[in-house]
């Protein structure tokens, strides 16, 4: 198992949140291993939950949603390989395995949850060079981001989805 799923299993314990609610980490990325970390919002319902229920259980560009194909095509046309990538959320989880992810509001108790574990996982990536905030919600940690980890450089992105 890897550090930064790890990581997501004890955040899970933490705060009392089913493990399957929070998507892992796609094995085929570099994810601990990466230059560049992609962080979104909130994980969108492809990847939440099991191939049984609709979802991936992890977080991908390889994903069949419409975020995920965007994303994919994106980082074709950058020319960015899945070993120089890790892709996260700021929040990590979504509330219920039910609940239409698209009319979740990321509330700031949830950064606030989300900021302590990501700076967990920037930490566990030794190569990371820099971080794209793709969407307003994830820029939402950007000054904090830059002061608590200054020698990574943060760049600003419109997230990937259709709604964009």
């Known amino acids: 198992m890897s550090i930064l799923n790890r990581i997501d299993d004890r955040y899970a314990v933490e705060h009392s949140i089913d493990r399957q609610l929070i998507p892992r980490f796609e094995p085929k990325n570099g ?6 970390l992609l962080l979104l919002e909130r994980p969108g319902p492809g990847s939440v939950g099991t191939p049984q ?16 194909r965007m994303l994919r095509a994106q980082l074709e046309l950058a020319d960015i390989a899945p070993a120089d990538l890790c892709i996260t959320n700021i929040v990590p989880h979504v509330r219920s395995a039910r609940a239409r992810v698209s009319d979740e509001q990321v509330n700031q108790a949830e950064i606030e949850m989300g900021f302590t574990r990501l700076l ?4 566990a990536i030794a190569p990371l060079q820099n971080i794209v905030l793709l969407g307003n919600k994830a820029k ?20 990937t989805s259709a709604q964009a």
């Open 120 to 123: 967990e996982v920037v930490d």
């Open 53 to 68: 229920t609709g979802g991936s259980g992890v977080i991908s560009q390889f994903n069949e949603d419409v975020t995920a």
């Open 31 to 36: 994810n601990e291993c990466a230059r560049l």
């Open 140 to 159: 939402l940690v950007k000054n904090r981001l830059r002061d608590a980890r200054p020698w990574i450089e943060l760049h600003d992105a419109f997230h």
